[in-house]
């Protein structure tokens, strides 16, 4: 079955600090993965996804194939990167696709 | 661009009552979706559109149905409210005709059920 799993409930960090927020998925196939964030009282937006291979906001994702992981970085974490971090995996294929999403981990910058 | 909007904001209602949650994007998105949110479960599927006039079920789809009325509108309705649908509901679009993935969130609707 397709799922996303993301152990960390809460991760909390120094200023400063680098940060790696995990995700691992279980799919047969060859797959699409993303990373959305949810900022205090703000709605849900894409962070990055994975075939841009970009970096956003100096966050970065690498698509680990053989370990089925796709973890959040960034080297130096500042205060407003506190959010709630969710990844997730495309399932499907063409108009029908949808997106799967992990429970969340919810990053916590400390001064 | 307003992108997705969702109505209401907030919402309260009793065990048994219905509601619709209003959804609306003005992106030319050809797929909409309904998703909740509650805490420790991250966001479920309910259900989904994949184009004007036909919608289909997601994860958790039982006590709730949909309308895609058009293509900018796609509608939640809640006919007997009960305690454990409480939660927050986010509308989502998608252009997946030039790929997935890339959703366009609303700001969600707190739905409380007493």
């Known amino acids: 079955a397709q799922r996303v799993t993301q152990p960390e409930k809460l991760l909390s960090v120094f200023k400063g600090a680098p940060v790696e927020l995990k995700c691992n998925y279980s799919?047969?196939?060859?797959?699409?993965l993303f990373w959305y964030v949810q900022y205090s009282r703000q709605r849900l937006q894409l962070l990055l996804r994975?075939?841009s291979r970009e970096s956003i906001k100096g966050f970065t994702a690498d698509l680990n194939k053989g370990e089925t992981s796709f973890h959040l970085k960034k080297p130096f974490a500042q205060e407003e990167d506190s959010a709630m971090y969710y990844c997730a995996l495309l399932k499907g294929g063409g108009a029908t696709n949808k997106l799967i999403f992990g429970t969340g981990t919810l990053l916590a910058v400390q001064p | 661009n307003a992108g997705v909007t969702q109505t209401p904001k907030f919402q309260v209602l009793k065990t048994g009552q219905s509601m619709t949650l209003q959804c609306a994007q003005d992106m030319n998105h050809n797929s909409m979706y309904w998703y909740r949110q509650d805490p420790g479960m991250g966001l479920r599927l309910i259900y989904y559109?994949?184009?004007?006039?036909?919608?289909d079920k997601g994860e958790v789809p039982n006590g709730y149905n949909v309308s895609r009325l058009n293509k900018r509108e796609f509608s939640l309705r809640l006919e007997s409210a009960a305690p454990s649908q409480t939660s927050v509901y986010f509308c989502?679009?998608?252009?997946?005709?030039?790929?997935?993935?890339?959703?366009?969130f609303g700001s969600g609707t707190r739905l409380t059920v007493v």
């Open positions: 799919y047969s196939g060859s797959p699409e």
């Open positions: 559109s994949a184009s004007e006039g036909t919608t």
């Open positions: 994975h075939i």
């Open positions: 989502a679009s998608s252009d997946t005709l030039q790929g997935g993935g890339g959703y366009t």
